[in-house]
């Protein structure tokens, strides 16, 4: 499942021991293993290779150059979702005809520089969306491929925050708008309405929405071609779940065996866009314990990563298992401990009332499963540097961001003269309004 293990009672990247990397790498610090992010791509492409599928990784999960570059160099297209994250896929000569981008509020400018460089579809969630890419490749005189984004109304059972495809949320077009859309298809010269897309939402572990949203597409495409508007792409999004604690959510295998035989029938060609299960077991969160306090009512152990470093058990409520760096073997006696971050607000935890084994200050834990949507959700939340990402490749670390500076955190920043400035920081500019 993943390649972060127990060798004599020290955990291990690959074959470089964690702890070896925390006395050069200042803690907290994210770790990628190289060849678990290869391996689970390889699990999605092997399991759906009857179908030759694009597998466009989706950035948001980790939009880290290294990470994003490891696998296009794997062959992996991009799913973005912001100008931000074209730039980036551009930088590390990711290939626009494997770029695909969804977003419910792509702007104009956004819009245009995706258009400018030849992405391969945009998934489209609004009729005024339609309407602004068409604008927008007039005035470029090009064309552009388009895939409506169906919200095929099902429920998964999921945390209410990643579900994106019932009908009250706001991602997608309901069937009857999409169907009117093609109808109307001739009044968008310049696009190409050729595909549909789906994303019903994040960590699912049971392969059934998925079957029954493609079951409710599949007959929707069978009425578009019956009146002659041609389908020839599906995107069936992402969101395959991973093991977090003990979850058995589907392999890719399972997944691909329960829909291979729908996909097929629509002779289409097939895009995904897996996040978490490429990224998530890929990495985890290093950090020191800094003090141990004990309450009358809880024991807490105080480390020096927190919500702003990892924010989805303060979001979602989320699980992420927790390990020593070393461990004592047989003897080990397990107390039950909440374990939290350094920042201003109770929900500032990383786990909550959880067996953990007797740690003491100064030692070293590793937050597991933080790959996706760890690094990427963070952010400078009581000026705290972000953290920084290292890598092990082929039995060595690399790393991959450097750890932010106090600096980093006011660049761009500047003071009105009107307040008087400081040396330090640059006046800002006045603007007339
Ligand atoms: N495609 C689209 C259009 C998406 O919106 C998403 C995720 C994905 C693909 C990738 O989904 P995945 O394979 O990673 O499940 N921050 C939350 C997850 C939010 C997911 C948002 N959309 C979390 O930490 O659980």
New binding site residues.
């Given amino acids: 499942m993943h390649r972060f293990l127990y060798k004599n009672n020290n955990l291990y990247c690959e074959t470089v021991k964690i702890e070896d990397i925390a006395h050069k790498v200042e803690t907290p610090f994210y770790l990628y293993s190289y060849a678990t992010l290869l391996d689970h791509y390889r699990k999605i492409k092997r399991a759906f290779a009857p179908v030759k599928p694009l597998i466009c990784f ?1 950035m ?2 980790n939009s880290n150059l290294t990470v994003c570059r490891a696998l296009v160099k794997e062959g992996a297209g991009l ?1 973005i ?1 912001s100008g931000g994250e074209l730039y980036k896929a551009l930088k590390i000569g990711a290939k626009p005809e494997k770029i695909v981008y ?1 977003s419910v509020g792509k702007t104009a400018m956004e819009i245009d520089t995706a258009i400018k460089k030849g992405i391969l579809f945009f ?1 489209v969630e609004s009729a005024s969306e339609l309407v602004i890419i068409e604008n927008l490749c007039k005035r470029l005189n090009r064309r552009t491929k388009i895939s409506l ?1 169906i919200n095929p109304g099902i429920r998964p059972r999921t ?1 209410r ?2 579900t ?1 495809g019932i009908s009250e949320s706001k ?1 997608g077009l309901d069937f009857s708008t999409a169907g009117e859309i093609f109808a109307k298809r001739n009044a968008f010269p310049h696009l190409d309405i050729i595909g549909l ?1 789906m ?1 019903i ?4 572990t049971n392969k059934a929405p998925f079957v029954n949203a493609l079951r409710k597409i599949a007959p929707f495409i069978k009425n578009l071609r019956d009146k002659g508007i041609s389908i020839n792409y599906i995107n069936i ?4 779940g991973i093991i977090y604690s003990k979850e058995r959510p589907q392999t890719a295998k399972e997944y691909a065996r329960a829909i291979l035989p729908i996909l097929k029938k629509l002779k289409v060609k097939v895009i995904l ?5 490429i990224s ?1 077991n890929s990495g985890v969160l290093i950090t020191r314990v800094l003090y141990v306090k004990k309450t009358p009512r809880r024991r807490f152990i105080i480390v020096d990563a927190g919500m702003n470093d990892l924010i ?1 058990p303060a ?2 409520d ?1 699980y992420h298992e927790i390990l020593p760096l070393r461990r004592l073997g047989k003897v080990e006696t397990f107390i039950k401990t909440d374990v939290v971050g350094p920042i201003c607000e109770s929900a500032d935890y990383l786990a909550k009332n959880r067996r953990l084994p007797k740690v003491e200050e100064g030692d070293l834990l590793a937050i597991m499963g933080t790959g ?2 760890g690094f990427s ?1 963070s952010s400078n939340y009581n000026a705290r540097p972000r953290a920084a990402e290292a890598m092990v490749i082929k039995g060595r670390y690399y790393i991959v961001r450097r750890r932010e500076t106090y600096q980093d955190l006011i660049r761009g920043e500047s003071i009105p003269r009107i307040l008087g400035t400081s040396s330090k920081v640059p006046p800002s500019s006045m603007k007339k309004i």
């Fill in positions: 989706s948001k999960s799913d979702v969804a998934n984004r945390h925050f990643v994106t991602f897309h994303h939402g994040s960590q699912i999004g992402g969101g395959m866009e897996p996040g978490r299960f998530g989805r979001l979602y989320a996706a949507y959700m």
